[in-house]
């Protein structure tokens, strides 16, 4: 349900200009389908979470069903959904999360 209140993402246009316009906040991109319940089970949580850190952040979800974002998830090799890639600034932020692979968080939170 969640999933309907924050901007979803569906073109390759869209994403570029997010992440090029997202400036002095964190971008939280959401890469997901839309029926995956563990998908809508993270988009409530980034929902809830999205009006406390809008001051420091900015939460998008982008649709893997998309033809046009293939481009990103071959980039960012989303072979596991969900999965949340990071910016800041235009940059791709690379975290440790005690993970082999530092460049996304695969996975709902828990």
Not at 68 to 74: F, G, H, M, T
Request: aromatic content about 12%; glycine content about 4%; hydrophobic content about 45%.
């Amino acid at each position: 349900m969640s999933s309907y209140l924050l901007m979803v993402l569906k073109k390759k246009q869209e994403v570029d200009t997010i992440i090029r316009g997202t400036i002095d906040k964190v971008l939280v991109l959401r890469f997901g389908h839309a029926s995956d319940p563990v998908c809508l089970q993270l988009d409530d949580v980034l929902f809830k979470s999205a009006r406390e850190v809008s001051k420091f952040a900015s939460v998008a979800l982008v649709d893997n069903d998309s033809n046009e974002i293939q481009v990103y998830v071959k980039y960012f090799d989303i072979t596991f959904i969900p999965s949340i890639v990071f910016f800041f600034n235009a940059h791709h932020m690379k975290m440790d999360f005690g993970t082999a692979d530092h460049t996304k968080w695969v996975g709902a939170f828990h």
